[in-house]
């Protein structure tokens, strides 16, 4: 079984910056393509970035810039640095991994960002 645990969530002020991680428990991780996703109350949950797993990115529009989402193989964890953060991009943040191998994606349990004054 593969499980996500995401961390480093918390309350920041717009502006400041956070990096989120998840940790990859199971096998075959590096071929994996892994993603981060938010959802505010009352949205839809929406991709924010993604990294497949020969380590191509992309990012939603709304992100694009300010964060950048990389992995470490080695250490089987995938992290999403935030910077300039806008009270907008206040959300439960999750963890989510597929591939072309597996029955299912799997998800996190999400960690909640704040972005408030």
């Known amino acids: 079984q593969v499980q996500l645990v995401e961390s480093g969530g918390g309350l920041v002020q717009p502006g400041e910056s956070l990096r989120l991680s998840c940790a990859f428990s199971g096998s075959r991780f590096s071929f994996y393509n892994m993603a981060w996703y938010r959802q505010a109350p009352g949205n839809q949950r929406d991709l924010v970035a993604k990294i497949t797993s020969s380590g191509s990115t992309n990012y939603a529009d709304s992100v694009n810039g300010r964060f950048t989402i990389s992995r470490d ?18 959300a439960v943040y999750y963890c989510k991994g597929d591939s072309n191998f597996a029955s299912r994606d799997f998800w996190g349990q999400g960690t909640q960002v704040t972005v408030s004054s």
């Open 73 to 90: 193989n080695a250490k089987k964890m995938v992290f999403l640095q935030m910077n300039s953060l806008k009270p907008e991009d206040t």
